[in-house]
């Protein structure tokens, strides 16, 4: 964990094997841009693609074979991998 | 136990595009209803409980506070002798004799004498612990506030937790298999992760989904109400032992747990509007009587660690696994429910906890548990045991729920009246 959180800062929780945890003053939209409305505190985004209320988290991972360590090594890894989105000229 | 009766009163409310036979409708040759003078000793007609809606549109009853318990009745020795001893005066004592006092039980009968093993599983061992907790809670109707602190009930009931304790022990061990005595957070973190992806024995959430009854389903939520009716309540006494991080993690768990601050979406009220629309009687503790001693066990379980600061520790274990083991079965719940034509609002129960405890689960396995595990290494052993408690429990509750059903039982010690229509 890392400093406090400004309030109205929104923050993105990478779970090991499971999802995404997103908490904080984030606007939920579609791909065109249509906001959805809800009224939760911290929302689990799917990563493993088994749950059955995607975009939600439905615990579904724990039977899959989805696996992702997820430290802050690995996300900082992916992020600056040659050859990955950051260096994509595409 | 071996008398039929009926604990479901009516309800006022009119329903609406429902199913033949569904839970609320008026259904013919499955649980079905008495008039309420028809209910079980000490209960009040159904009627004077109900409040209607008002004019506004506002459901009142739902708004309404818990009453204190109606005491039930013993179930041996103990029990007994707590509650005639809950019927005296707690502030009348004896100059001199600490503790002791003249008007209640002699206080040996107070003693629980079984073997540890068998602790997790007596009523009267059970439902003794049961009541001296919810003097805690909501407390209990027509007994002096003064006895949640006596020392007369608090020396009785230390003994009673020892000997809890020791069975948790003895069970776990004998279930699960020794448990690491000095985890690290990260073994911590990961043997909660094993103890949730671990199935053990036949499905009750499978059977629910699939095969129930709406009188199996019925009996299923009047076990639950013991708990749900306060749920996050207990795991709530942990808070103030907490501290930083561990904390705020259990926070944000509680804060979902109380709907934010909405009381129609606490999870307990929720849960009321669920047993409304099964017609069972959503008053606190109203189903006291009917539950058996693992029922009374998955509630005092988490008092006991609640209670006291120094199993803080098996408390955070015990909802980190909590939440771990909840969202699935929640998903199947809710298909149960909806299979036996359950109205749609009352699912809203089980499907905010799939929502809810896919997020709990992920804060309470790595902040919480693992968190308080890196704060206070020494406690490691304890987060896991707590954990395994949720997990023997369940497995204890499933073994009885579905070894009663299996042979044609009713699960309660009091079965749900059929047949009528």
């Given amino acids: 964990m890392t400093g406090p959180l400004r309030r109205g800062e929104a923050s993105i929780t990478v779970c090991p094997d499971g999802p995404l945890l997103v908490r904080g003053a984030v606007r939920l939209e579609d791909a065109e841009g249509t906001e959805v409305d809800h009224d939760r505190n911290v929302i689990a985004l799917c990563r493993c693609g088994r749950s059955a209320r995607k975009p939600l988290c439905d615990g579904s991972h724990r039977g899959s074979r989805f696996r992702d360590p997820a430290d802050a090594d690995g996300i900082a890894a992916a992020l600056a991998q040659p050859g990955g989105p950051a260096d994509d000229p595409h | ?421």
């Avoid at chain 2, 609320?24 to 028809?38: E, K, M």
């Fill in chain 2, 1 to 421: 136990m071996s008398s039929e009766l009926v604990v479901l009163p009516g309800r006022t409310e009119r329903r609406r595009n429902r199913r033949p036979g569904a839970p609320g409708t008026a259904r013919s040759g499955r649980t079905s209803h008495t008039s309420p003078d028809q209910g079980p000793p000490g209960r009040p007609p159904a009627d004077l409980e109900q409040t209607p809606l008002d004019r506004t549109g506002l459901d009142r009853a739902r708004l309404r506070h818990d009453r204190p318990v109606r005491l039930p009745a013993s179930r041996g020795p103990v029990s007994e002798a707590l509650l005639e001893l809950l019927d005296t005066d707690p502030d009348h004592e004896t100059p001199g004799r600490a503790g002791a006092h003249p008007a209640g039980p002699d206080q040996d009968r107070l003693q629980w004498s079984g073997p540890a093993v068998a602790a997790p599983t007596d009523d009267d061992l059970q439902l003794a612990l049961w009541l001296s907790y919810e003097l805690g809670y909501r407390g209990l109707a027509g007994v002096d506030e003064g006895w949640e602190h006596h020392p007369v009930l608090l020396a009785a009931r230390r003994g009673w937790e020892r000997v809890l304790l020791d069975g948790l022990e003895l069970l776990t061990v004998d279930r699960l298999g020794p448990a690491d005595p000095e985890p690290t957070a990260e073994q911590v973190v990961a043997a909660l992760e094993t103890l949730a992806g671990t199935e053990r024995g036949p499905s009750l959430s499978g059977h629910l989904m699939r095969q129930a009854t709406v009188r199996q389903f019925s009996e299923f939520l009047v076990h639950r109400s013991l708990y749900h009716l306060k749920e996050a309540d207990p795991h709530t006494w942990g808070i103030p032992r907490l501290s930083g991080a561990v904390k705020a993690a259990m926070i944000t768990i509680q804060l979902d747990e109380y709907g934010l601050g909405e009381v129609r979406a606490m999870h307990a009220q929720l849960f009321r509007d669920l047993m409304r629309d099964w017609q069972l009687d959503d008053r606190y503790g109203g189903y006291v009587d009917e539950v058996p001693a693992v029922t009374l066990l998955a509630s005092n379980v988490i008092s006991l660690f609640g209670l006291h600061r120094r199993w803080r520790g098996a408390l955070t274990g015990h909802l980190a696994l909590f939440e771990m083991t909840s969202s699935t079965p929640n998903a199947r719940y809710a298909r149960g429910h909806r299979r036996l034509g359950g109205g749609p609002r009352a699912a809203a129960f089980f499907d905010e906890h799939v929502v809810a405890d896919a997020v709990h689960e992920q804060i309470a396995a790595h902040r919480l548990a693992g968190g308080l595990a890196r704060t206070e290494p020494e406690l490691g052993a304890q987060i896991v045991f707590g954990a395994r408690t949720v997990a023997l429990v369940d497995d204890l509750f499933a073994e009885h729920v579905l070894g009663a059903w299996g042979t044609g039982r009713s699960s309660l010690r009091r079965r749900l009246v059929e047949g009528r229509s």
